[in-house]
Structures are given as C-alpha cells and as structure tokens.
C-alpha cells in the first residue's frame, strides 16, 4: 500500500522514538546535568549552590587528586602494553591451527563474558598472602616467598593491572585473530620465496597489515583502562594509602560516599577531557604508521 511522502520520511523515527527518549533522559540529559553540577557546591539534600569554578580549582590544588591522576597514568601505562602485546601474542598462537585449539580459544575468552565482580572476588582469593594460589605457585615452583599483593602500596596496583589484563585478553585476542585471518597467505608465500624468516615476515607483513586491528584495540583498551573501577571497588577500596583509588573510583568516592556532587562531577568531567585528548592524539598519530591499503 503506497504511503503519503510525509509519513514514509517519518516512519523509521516512529520505530526509533522510544530509544531515542531513552537516550535524551538517561544518557544526553545525564551528561548535560553533570556539567551543570559541575559548578555547584550539592550534597543531595540541600540545593545546588553555584560556585563557578571552585570545584575544578579544587582538584587542580589538591594533593589527593593529583596522587590519584598519577594511578590511573600509571595504570594505563602498564595495563594496555601488556594486554594488547599478550592479546597478539595469544592469537598468533591460536592461528597457528594446531590441535585443540578451539579448546584454547574458548577458554581465554570465558573470562570475558564472566562478571567482573566475580572475576575480581576470586583474584581476591588468589592474591591471598597467607592461603592464596599465586603465591603458593611462587613458593613452590621458584622458591620466592610472595608479597602481600593487595596490602602492598608496591603490588597493589600491578595486582589490578593482572586482574585487567586476564579479564580483556580473549576479547582482544579474537579481534587480533579476526585480522590475521584477513591477511592473504600470499603475501606470507612470496615473502618466504624471497627468502623472508618468521621475525621478517612478521615484520614486513603481519604487522603493517594488521594495524588497523592494532589500532582498533588499542584505542579500545586505553579507554576501557582510563574506567577502571570495579577492581578497584572489589580488590582494594583505593587502598593501601589511596595508593590504587583511580580517577572513576574517585568519583564514586566524592559523589557517594562524601556527598560532594559537584566535585565528583567535575573529576568526572576531568577524565572525560583526559580520554578525549588521548583518542584525539591516537587519531591523529595514526596516519603515520596504520596501514589501511
């Protein structure tokens, strides 16, 4: 049946028109009244007072936040080299097609699709000093006596970063291994001819033409590590000596556990800038080593 022009335009917004309400009142509204309490002094119970940029002088003069700015940096330092490195890695592994390996797949990506409230309890349990199975494994195997990782300013934070790394790595592994697979094998066949050697091949080959995917996981990875929080939440509480409160764990510590809205929502602003300018700079340094032929 032929329909008026008016209403055949208007149709697919009929059918969009429930997710789009969603998304002004739960997402665009929530992000517009944050900036706004950004520059308000609210506990909740009393009503906003305007203060300009107070809250934002705040962060910028305050001790705790900067020792919190530097965690996160460091958390992103080390967690996204080590997960897309191991990630290429894995699926260099996996791509080799050797027996079993869709066993191997299925296991590295359970982690997953699993929760990271649990995935965290039972790393609380393994990172145990006294009757945990990493530091038994080091006693055992090597002989070291382990530390008390999540009551260590030294191995707390690089305990979350373990946490992070096992819990994304199938998910970058079949990205990776999706990209290796659309490599030709032709290209690899004319390489060896020409008397290529693995690190070659991997060199002049795999990785030009993977960096696309590369890309794709890195700017993925980095942001998924700016957000860290449920690690923090399970694992540690910020501690010991705020030495693992994050920039997404301060937020939630100022928005519900001091009733400082307005602060929380101006270091939340604070790591929405952050990961904006780090996107930015990645989209712009692309060009000069992704290979999109």
């Known amino acids: 049946m032929n329909r008026p022009g008016a209403l055949r335009f208007l149709e697919p917004?009929?059918?969009?028109?429930?997710?789009?309400i969603?998304?002004?009142l739960f997402s665009a509204g929530a992000v517009a009244a944050s900036f706004f309490i950004s520059f308000t002094r609210w506990d909740i119970i009393s009503p906003p007072e305007?203060?300009?940029?107070?809250?934002?002088?705040?962060?910028?003069?305050?001790?705790?936040?900067?020792e919190v700015f530097r965690n996160t940096l460091t958390f992103v330092c080390l967690a996204?080299?080590?997960?897309?490195?191991?990630?290429?890695?894995?699926?260099?592994?996996?791509?080799?097609?050797?027996r079993g390996i869709t066993v191997f797949r299925a296991a590295y990506f359970l982690p997953v699709v699993s929760s990271m409230i649990a995935v965290a309890l039972v790393w609380s349990w393994i990172f145990n000093p006294q009757y945990g199975l990493l530091n038994y494994l080091l006693r055992v195997l090597f002989g070291v006596q382990g530390p008390?990782?999540?009551?260590?300013?030294?191995?707390?934070?690089?305990a979350m970063v373990i946490v992070t790394v096992w819990k994304g790595l199938g998910y970058s592994m079949v990205i990776f291994?999706?990209?290796?697979?659309?490599?030709?094998?032709d290209l690899y066949h004319a390489a060896t001819i020409d008397g290529a050697g693995a690190w070659r091949r991997f060199r002049h080959v795999t990785l030009p033409l993977l960096s696309p995917t590369t890309f794709f996981v890195l700017v993925i990875t980095l942001i998924n590590a700016f957000q860290v929080f449920e690690q923090t939440y399970v694992l540690t509480k910020g501690g010991p000596a705020n030495s693992?409160?994050?920039?997404?764990?301060?937020?939630?510590?100022?928005?519900?556990?001091?009733?400082?809205?307005?602060?929380?929502?101006?270091?939340?602003?604070?790591?929405?800038?952050?990961?904006?300018?780090?996107t930015l700079v990645q989209f712009r340094v692309q060009k000069r080593w992704v290979f999109y032929g």
């Open 80 to 98: 996204v080299p080590v997960s897309v490195a191991a990630a290429l890695g894995l699926a260099l592994l996996v791509n080799t097609g050797v």
């Open 177 to 185: 291994l999706a990209g290796l697979q659309n490599i030709p094998g």
């Open 148 to 158: 008390a990782w999540l009551d260590d300013t030294r191995w707390a934070l690089p």
């Open 13 to 20: 917004y009929l059918y969009l028109f429930p997710t789009l």
């Open 244 to 278: 693992t409160v994050t920039l997404s764990y301060y937020v939630y510590q100022n928005a519900f556990q001091f009733f400082q809205m307005g602060k929380a929502a101006a270091a939340a602003y604070v790591l929405f800038a952050l990961i904006f300018l780090v």
């Open 50 to 66: 305007w203060t300009w940029f107070d809250n934002y002088a705040d962060l910028w003069h305050s001790d705790l936040f900067w």
């Open 22 to 24: 969603g998304l002004l």
